[in-house]
């Protein structure tokens, strides 16, 4: 059975940094993509950044492209979301979620079938 445990949210002011981590068990699958969703209240979930397990190729949304930062442990088989220049728009539940892949497209467009249970981002301004 696969588990995707997040950690690392919490409460922070805006211009402050927090590091989420994601880590899989039970996750046979050697070619996959994991990374963040997010979801604020009366919002629509977002992807937030991707990472592929072969080669570490990376998706980012616009909206956080140069303020965050995925990267991975490929033998924890574990994500990690490492958030700088925080904004109170970057407030929402994050939310990790993986799929199996032989190709390297990450994009959030494609569905992922292992989701966590989510971890959650407050920032004041």
């Known amino acids: 059975q696969v588990q995707l445990v997040e950690s690392g949210g919490g409460s922070v002011q805006a211009g402050g940094s927090l590091r989420l981590s994601c880590a899989a068990s039970g996750y046979t699958y050697s070619r996959y993509c994991m990374g963040w969703f997010r979801q604020a209240p009366g919002k629509e979930r977002e992807g937030v950044a991707f990472i592929y397990s072969i080669g570490g190729n990376t998706y980012y949304a616009d909206s956080v492209k140069g303020r965050f930062t995925i990267s991975q442990d490929v033998s924890k088989r574990t994500v990690y979301l490492q958030m700088n220049s925080l904004k109170p728009e970057d407030t929402a539940m994050y939310y990790c979620?993986?799929?199996?892949?032989?190709?390297?497209?990450?994009?959030?467009?494609?569905?992922?079938?292992?989701w966590g249970q989510g971890t959650q981002v407050t920032v004041s301004s």
């Open positions: 979620a993986a799929r199996a892949t032989y190709w390297g497209s990450c994009e959030p467009v494609y569905e992922y079938n292992h």
